[in-house]
């Protein structure tokens, strides 16, 4: 079942399209959203439909800057009572924690990470965004993410926010469009969406809060919103997104990770209907769609960051995958992907 989005997600959407000259409404129809649905932001629709919404919208109105462009007309308040507790957190870093605990309540399907670490920038924490679907584009939602968040850390920081740089997983045209926007650099085709930042800025201090009504928030948050199930299947999941590509995933290692020893993991994971092989091979397809419908990654690249030992050996898993070569899987649509890839760089 995909997981729901509250339609606040979609402020100012139909601002935006009559803006731009669209109809909105065709493509509500289109997507089977109502209209009416807009007007109440606790209302829920399935994530899928928002993410072929927004694809939709930034083909019809021939701008691949959508997300960047309904983030402009969007503010913390679209998270609604997670936005409470984060501008009354007492740092910038305790607002992001709450935000990563909470944002099931935005939607199960949008994932928050918050390292100390960047992966990418030396001095800089790592706030990384997911959308957890692994079978649909989702370009358009992932720069509606990032530049809420953008927008929410300048709100929250001030003059103490700095960016340092911003790493998106697709090919980047030859324009300046995202560094204009972000005020960073941007560097393309990187494994994660993330904004790389100070640390300095998770440890600014957030004025004028209101500690009752964070206490308030938390305990709303808490009482009225069942945490999500987290099943051992979707920890090693998420402990592989961190660590594929890199000799960390292992199945050793990744039972290192979660402290437990490796043949416990296995057993756990047969319990649930799965392997580890199962789970980090589907990750990889899931990868390689994405990489290979949007961007122009070379394909040696491609094979070191899934893992997978040399180019040959990507061949043949796209093979299994797919059914043909990975030079076919670009500019050929691929079942149940409803995109289109670019040219092959070799």
């Not at 009559?18 to 109809?23: C, I, K, P, T």
């Not at 740089?165 to 469009?177: F, H, K, N």
């Not at 402290?259 to 990750?283: I, K």
């Amino acid at each position: 079942m995909s997981p729901t989005v509250r339609t606040s997600s979609l402020r100012g959407y139909e601002a935006l399209m009559r803006q731009l000259g669209a109809d909105p409404g065709a493509l509500l129809r289109r997507y089977r959203i109502r209209a009416a649905s807009l007007q109440d932001e606790d209302a829920l629709i399935p994530l899928q439909s928002l993410a072929a919404l927004l694809e939709a919208s930034a083909a019809m109105t021939r701008r691949p800057d959508f997300g960047l462009r309904l983030a402009l007309k969007q503010d913390i308040s679209v998270l609604g009572p997670v936005a409470i507790a984060m501008q009354n957190a007492a740092s910038v870093g305790d607002a992001l924690n709450y935000a990563s605990r909470y944002l099931f309540v935005q939607s199960p399907g949008l994932v928050l990470t918050n390292s100390e670490e960047s992966s990418i920038v030396q001095g800089c924490a790592e706030l990384r965004v997911e959308i957890r679907l692994p079978r649909a584009a989702h370009r358009q939602t992932l720069d509606l993410s990032l530049a809420d968040l953008h927008h929410m850390l300048g709100l929250l920081a001030g003059k103490a926010y700095v960016l340092r740089a911003v790493t998106v997983p697709w090919t980047l045209g030859s324009d300046r469009t995202y560094e204009r926007f972000f005020g960073a650099r941007v560097m393309p085709e990187e494994a994660h969406a993330a904004l790389h930042v100070a640390r300095t800025t998770l440890s600014t201090a957030l004025g004028s809060v209101n500690v009752a009504l964070r206490k308030i928030a938390i305990d709303y948050l808490a009482l009225a919103f069942d945490t999500p199930e987290t099943t051992f299947a979707s920890r090693v999941q998420q402990a592989l997104r961190h660590a594929l590509g890199t000799p960390a995933d292992s199945r050793p290692n990744i039972a290192r990770l979660l402290n437990v020893h490796p043949r416990t993991l296995q057993r756990r994971l047969e319990a649930e209907g799965t392997t580890f092989d199962q789970l980090r091979d589907g990750m990889r397809k899931d990868l390689a769609r994405r990489y290979l419908e949007e961007t122009r990654m070379s394909l040696p690249h491609l094979a070191n960051m899934l893992g997978l030992s040399e180019h040959s050996a990507l061949t043949r898993s796209c093979r299994r995958w797919f059914g043909c070569a990975p030079s076919k899987v670009r500019g050929a649509r691929i079942p149940g992907s409803g995109v289109r890839g670019g040219r092959a760089k070799s």
